[in-house]
């Protein structure tokens, strides 16, 4: 399955475990995620939710393959892709949401931050959301988050230019809260999460619900109109073109279109 959970001192951890593969995301994977976080949510004795990768790599994205093999359905069909399940199951976490980062965060492997209410980075963390480059547009509402952030000539170097980004700039731009040696940022993450154990429950979901309210419908109507661009997008010549050219290795050649 290559996604370990786990509960400890009341944390959830959902650890993302395929190194192999650089952490690439499958549609399994996504599932098992959106199932975490549910299960979660639902259990009294889960004061926080911790997300992390492996030693020097969060996530490269989405795993191609595995992705152009069963692509997100469009329309009336999104909301039964378990990419979009796994981002509704993370909007609607009512319980803090911590990651801990090291090394590559590429494509959701960033995005998904955006969603998460404490974030730290290791001091190796390369953050890119190369989305453009393949041929496609940005997801999980990043089109209005990261320029939120970052202010527009930022967002467009990230968003357009596919521009990768070091931790220090994630915490400039405030994606993260801070960053840490790479050997120090899980065991961060831990104790900041195990934190909300000596903090009511009651008042930590409702002050989380408050902070996210005024934006909620914005993020989930954005989130469905890049869903529904995002999968016209996969079926593209251009996303064709950037597909191939990964697998053969070589620069994709847009000079057609």
Request: proline share 7%; with cysteine.
């Amino acid at each position: 399955m290559s996604i370990r959970t786990g509960t400890l001192n009341g944390v959830a951890t959902i650890e993302i475990a395929r190194p192999e593969k650089k952490n690439a995301l499958t549609i399994a994977m996504y599932q098992a995620m959106a199932d975490a976080l549910d299960a979660a949510r639902e259990d009294a004795a889960v004061r926080a939710v911790l997300i992390t990768g492996q030693p020097g790599i969060f996530s490269s994205g989405n795993d191609i393959e595995d992705f152009m093999s069963r692509p997100p359905g469009q329309g009336a069909h999104m909301a039964e892709s378990p990419v979009y399940r796994f981002m509704q199951a993370l909007l609607a976490c009512d319980k803090p949401v911590v990651a801990a980062v090291t090394g590559a965060a590429v494509g959701i492997g960033t995005t998904l931050l955006l969603h998460c209410d404490l974030v730290y980075v290791a001091d190796d963390a390369r953050l890119a959301m190369p989305f453009v480059s393949l041929g496609l547009v940005p997801e999980f509402a990043s089109s209005l988050l990261v320029p939120q952030l970052m202010g527009h000539r930022r967002a467009a170097e990230k968003l357009l230019l596919g521009e990768p980004f070091t931790a220090e700039q994630a915490v400039e731009c405030g994606i993260a809260n801070a960053v840490l040696p790479a050997a120090e940022v899980l065991p961060h993450a831990r104790r900041v999460a195990e934190r909300f154990n000596a903090l009511p429950p009651g008042a930590v979901r409702e002050s989380k619900r408050l902070m996210r309210a005024p934006q909620r419908a914005e993020v989930e109507a954005t989130l469905r109109t890049e869903g529904a661009l995002f999968a016209a997008r996969l079926r593209s010549p251009e996303a064709m073109e950037a597909f191939q050219a990964f697998f053969q290795k070589r620069r994709p050649d847009f000079s057609k279109f």
